[in-house]
Nanobody
Framework: QVQLVESGGGLVQAGGSLRLSCAASGSIFSINAIGWYRQAPGKQRELVATITSTGTRNYADSVKGRFTVSRDNAKDTVYLQMNSLKFEDTAVYYC????????????????WGQGTQVTVSS
């Protein structure tokens, strides 16, 4: 099995910064795309930022220029540096990873973390 454990959420004032981390562990051969989604109260879960195994990044328009996604392949960990936070960034942030399991012939499976709360006060 694969586990994703997020950390780094919390309460911050508007304009402040936070750094989220997500560490994957378990039976992992490799990780393809990995990244972050978020869900605000009453809204659907939405993409925030993802990064592929080759370093290609994808961002939601709402966070471009403020958030930076990065990964450490040796540690199977993805990070989200969030700067210039806004009230509307308040949400539960979820880590998602597309993991290739050993002996799976390259098939990847999608895993989710339990989520970490980010609250931005205005």
């Amino acid at each position: 099995q694969v586990q994703l454990v997020e950390s780094g959420g919390g309460l911050v004032q508007a304009g402040g910064s936070l750094r989220l981390s997500c560490a994957a562990s378990g039976s992992i051969f490799s990780i393809n795309a990995i990244g972050w989604y978020r869900q605000a109260p009453g809204k659907q879960r939405e993409l925030v930022a993802t990064i592929t195994s080759t370093g290609t990044r994808n961002y939601a328009d709402s966070v471009k220029g403020r958030f930076t996604v990065s990964r450490d392949n040796a540690k199977d960990t993805v990070y989200l540096q969030m700067n210039s936070l806004k009230f509307e960034d308040t949400a539960v942030y979820y880590c998602n990873a597309n993991v290739v399991l050993p002996n799976s012939k390259g098939t990847s499976w999608s895993y989710w973390g339990q989520g970490t709360q980010v609250t931005v006060s205005s």
